[in-house]
């Protein structure tokens, strides 16, 4: 289907859980918003298991329904930590690649990066100043990067949430594909669209979260930790583009219990839970079912099962990537594509926005 994608975008440029109970329902949108979706990914390491299927996987499904969908390879953030130029130029056509092989079309969506929309950075400044340090400082994220780094976090660190905001509302986005651990972060965009609509008049609609059905990925070889393109055990961490014998072995050394029975219970037994729902999501069977089937196996023979099915999901994904980044010219076009159509939706909201503050 992405090889598809890909042909039709040569000739034609016109082109993210029921988990939990999402934030409290924000108010409905200004009755002349349309329906629109935003969400955003770092161009930071190849994505994971984990990105897949908690979030990209979503963002194909959406590109169904009625509305518009932007997603945006979110470039500017990706500097809130070092970043080697000529990596970081590479990594951003290589997510390019994978979000196409994945299911994400061009036609169906706008897919841009996000640096070359500068009002992105210009809607940032304004609401940056609209927000008070220590609401910063309490956001949870910020608190356990910054213990992380010690006394080398940024500022940019610090209020790369306001820029987040700035990439949901400048599009007057009315939906944000969220997960468990952007709740806080969501609540900030929220607070902003009303802190701005209550001084300047009603102007932004109040974005709500998306939520998915799947609960986050967990690492292999820690399942009280989600999984990380950034764990240092290389054996944590399930990238897409894994080979067949990668994945295998990921997934024999994946840490279980001692009973060797498979059933579901994340709260006692961590480790199997996250095969088991590992192995619902990519065959799109129940859990219940899949503990059904998988009666009378043990966890070395079940784990097994499961990377044949992980296997079996990625090959063609990890196919049609290798096929997309031989065509660097490609990647670049859809880049400059989707960039010029987001840079149109972006450009009058952020000229009414300069009016309504006082700088035209």
């Not at 598809?4 to 082109?15: E, P, V």
């Not at 969506?109 to 940056?128: D, K």
């Not at 029975?261 to 192995?279: K, Q, W």
Request: aromatic content about 6%.
């Amino acid at each position: 289907m992405a090889l598809r994608s890909m042909r039709k975008t040569r000739g034609c440029w016109g082109f993210i859980r029921a988990l939990h109970k999402a934030p409290e329902a924000a108010p409905a949108p200004q009755k002349d918003a349309m329906r629109r979706v935003f969400s955003g990914i770092q161009p930071t390491g190849t994505p994971h298991l984990g990105n897949y299927l908690g979030a990209i996987e979503s963002w194909v499904s959406l590109q169904s329904e009625p509305g518009s969908v932007l997603y945006s390879i979110v470039d500017l953030h990706s500097i809130t930590v070092p970043q080697d130029p000529a990596v970081l130029r590479q990594s951003i056509l290589d997510m390019t690649a994978a979000l196409l092989a994945c299911g994400i079309d061009p036609e169906r969506s706008i897919l841009f990066r996000q640096s070359q929309v500068a009002e992105h950075t210009q809607l940032s400044w304004i609401l940056t100043c609209m927000v008070r340090l220590p609401r910063l400082q309490h956001l949870h994220q910020w608190k356990a990067k910054s213990a992380q780094q010690k006394h080398d976090g940024t500022v940019g660190l610090l209020t790369y949430p306001v820029l987040q905001a700035a990439d949901v509302l400048l599009y007057k986005s009315t939906h944000v594909p969220v997960g468990e651990d952007q709740v806080q972060h969501m609540e900030l965009v929220q607070d902003l669209a009303r802190g701005f609509n209550k001084k300047y008049g009603e102007f932004f609609p109040v974005p709500k979260s998306i939520l998915t059905s799947m609960k986050k990925v967990k690492s292999l070889r820690d399942p009280s930790a989600k999984m990380s393109k950034s764990d240092p055990d290389r054996l944590a961490t399930v990238r897409i583009t894994d080979s067949p014998e990668e994945i295998v072995q990921k997934f024999r050394k994946a840490v279980t219990d001692f009973t060797s029975e498979v059933t579901y219970d994340p709260a006692r037994r961590e480790g199997v839970s996250n095969l088991v729902a590992i192995h619902s999501a990519v065959t799109g069977l129940p859990v219940e079912e899949v503990v059904r089937q998988s009666a009378g196996l043990d966890t070395a023979r079940y784990k097994l099962l499961v990377a044949d099915a992980v296997i079996e999901k990625l090959a063609p994904i990890k196919s049609e990537i290798e096929k997309l980044k031989m065509d660097k010219d490609h990647l670049e076009k859809v880049l400059e594509a989707g960039s010029a159509r987001a840079k149109e939706l972006a450009y009058p909201v952020c000229q009414e926005v300069n009016r309504l503050v006082g700088f035209l």
